[in-house]
């Protein structure tokens, strides 16, 4: 069998190549062949394709690159198309992953105070709303809104950041929380590499907002606007894939370990400034780190007890160098000045009081 590539090309007025592919194989084709055509379509700026086969997975890819693009960027998502087979991705599958929790606190006290403001204001001048006042009291709560605002995406940054530097994915943003996994979409070989991954990066996260949350505090922020980490693993068997309808889809992980993660972080054990995590995860790092026992929990949902630790620090003195093993090389570089800062941070001591 063999597969017929017609294609028809022209440049626009505009600069750009425009052409048509017409596409005819004489038995089914695998994903190798398609991946060749869809290559040499990558190629062309505007183009139509006459095979509904093609076309398919032409849509597949763009359904999934929609979805991956937010969790690993557009270089990282186009490797793992070119490396896997789309219907294989888009699939609801059986993975083993590594499950992050982070949230801030403090964060819904500033919102709860900039309503009141607002309410204060709206009230204290009800029969004056064309007053100078007025307006100038507007323009000040406006201005700690827009703040409020800049320094949430600012702290989930520091999470999202340090979760891709060590290889995990964003799996999305839960009002001021960060929802983050290792081991997908592509399967992890060793679940101990990315547990290690995954503690590196929650403590590295951690580090970061201390130290930012001291040089604020230093350069006189208002409190309203300091916040505090809090972290959790777990880890577990899930179901991994693109869930949803065409009005809306994501790519997210599912199952009972999820929700066990998210009720970890419910407890009052997972205190802000810290990293917390199950023993199952523990199992899978105590080699590398030491943890206090925080004691056994019952979750709802989940017949026995959990066992809960609190990381105190790693085993190793030199984790600065050892942490450099576990980077993700193709997500370092979001910009030279950010990655001379995390490569300070790297050479600082890791570990926390």
């Given at each position: 069998?063999?597969?017929?590539?017609?294609?028809?090309?022209?440049?626009?007025?505009?600069?750009?190549?425009?052409?048509?592919?017409?596409?005819?194989?004489?038995?089914?084709?695998?994903?190798?062949?398609?991946?060749?055509?869809?290559?040499?379509?990558?190629?062309?700026?505007?183009?139509?394709?006459?095979?509904?086969?093609?076309?398919?997975?032409?849509?597949?890819r763009e359904k999934i690159m929609n979805v991956l693009i937010p969790m690993i960027g557009e270089d990282q998502s186009k490797f793992i198309l070119s490396a896997h087979d789309p219907k294989k991705l888009s699939q609801p599958q059986q993975k083993y992953a590594i499950i992050m929790f982070s949230d801030l606190k403090g964060s819904t006290r500033t919102a709860d105070v900039l309503m009141s403001r607002?309410?204060?204001?709206?009230?204290?001048?009800?029969?004056?709303?064309?007053?100078?006042?007025?307006?100038?009291?507007?323009?000040?709560?406006?201005?700690?809104?827009?703040?409020?605002?800049?320094?949430?995406?600012?702290?989930?940054?520091?999470?999202?950041?340090?979760?891709?530097?060590?290889?995990?994915?964003?799996?999305?943003?839960?009002g001021d929380a960060v929802m983050a996994a290792w081991g997908v979409p592509i399967d992890a070989p060793d679940p101990i590499f990315i547990a290690r991954r995954a503690i590196l990066a929650t403590v590295f996260a951690?580090?970061?907002?201390?130290?930012?949350?001291?040089?604020?505090?230093?350069?006189?922020?208002?409190?309203?606007?300091?916040?505090?980490?809090?972290?959790?693993?777990?880890?577990?068997?899930?179901?991994?894939?693109?869930?949803?309808?065409?009005?809306?889809?994501?790519?997210?992980?599912?199952?009972?370990?999820?929700?066990?993660?998210?009720?970890?972080?419910?407890?009052?054990?997972?205190?802000?400034?810290?990293?917390?995590?199950?023993?199952?995860?523990?199992?899978?790092?105590?080699?590398?780190?030491?943890?206090?026992?925080?004691?056994?929990?019952?979750?709802?949902?989940?017949?026995?007890?959990?066992?809960?630790?609190?990381?105190?620090?790693?085993?190793?003195?030199?984790?600065?160098?050892?942490?450099?093993?576990?980077?993700?090389?193709?997500?370092?570089?979001?910009?030279?000045?950010?990655?001379?800062?995390?490569?300070?941070?790297?050479?600082?001591?890791?570990?926390?009081?």
């Amino acid at each position: 069998g063999g597969c017929y590539l017609a294609v028809e090309l022209f440049l626009r007025e505009s600069g750009k190549l425009a052409g048509a592919f017409l596409v005819q194989f004489d038995e089914k084709p695998g994903h190798n062949t398609i991946h060749l055509a869809l290559q040499a379509a990558d190629e062309i700026d505007d183009f139509l394709i006459f095979n509904r086969e093609m076309l398919e997975e032409v849509q597949l890819r763009e359904k999934i690159m929609n979805v991956l693009i937010p969790m690993i960027g557009e270089d990282q998502s186009k490797f793992i198309l070119s490396a896997h087979d789309p219907k294989k991705l888009s699939q609801p599958q059986q993975k083993y992953a590594i499950i992050m929790f982070s949230d801030l606190k403090g964060s819904t006290r500033t919102a709860d105070v900039l309503m009141s403001r607002g309410k204060e204001i709206f009230e204290k001048y009800k029969n004056h709303r064309e007053s100078p006042e007025y307006i100038d009291e507007l323009v000040k709560l406006e201005k700690l809104t827009e703040n409020y605002v800049k320094y949430i995406n600012f702290y989930l940054g520091l999470s999202s950041r340090s979760v891709l530097k060590f290889g995990g994915v964003v799996d999305k943003y839960i009002g001021d929380a960060v929802m983050a996994a290792w081991g997908v979409p592509i399967d992890a070989p060793d679940p101990i590499f990315i547990a290690r991954r995954a503690i590196l990066a929650t403590v590295f996260a951690n580090r970061m907002t201390l130290k930012y949350n001291e040089s604020m505090k230093q350069e006189g922020f208002e409190d309203l606007f300091i916040f505090q980490q809090r972290f959790v693993l777990h880890c577990g068997e899930v179901l991994a894939g693109i869930f949803g309808t065409p009005l809306r889809f994501d790519y997210t992980i599912m199952g009972a370990p999820v929700n066990e993660a998210a009720r970890i972080e419910s407890l009052e054990t997972s205190a802000p400034g810290k990293v917390t995590f199950s023993r199952e995860f523990y199992n899978l790092v105590n080699d590398f780190i030491e943890a206090d026992h925080l004691g056994s929990f019952k979750l709802k949902g989940k017949e026995n007890p959990i066992d809960i630790y609190r990381f105190k620090k790693f085993r190793n003195s030199n984790i600065s160098e050892i942490a450099e093993e576990y980077i993700d090389r193709s997500k370092i570089s979001i910009s030279h000045a950010e990655d001379e800062n995390f490569k300070d941070y790297l050479r600082d001591d890791w570990d926390i009081d």
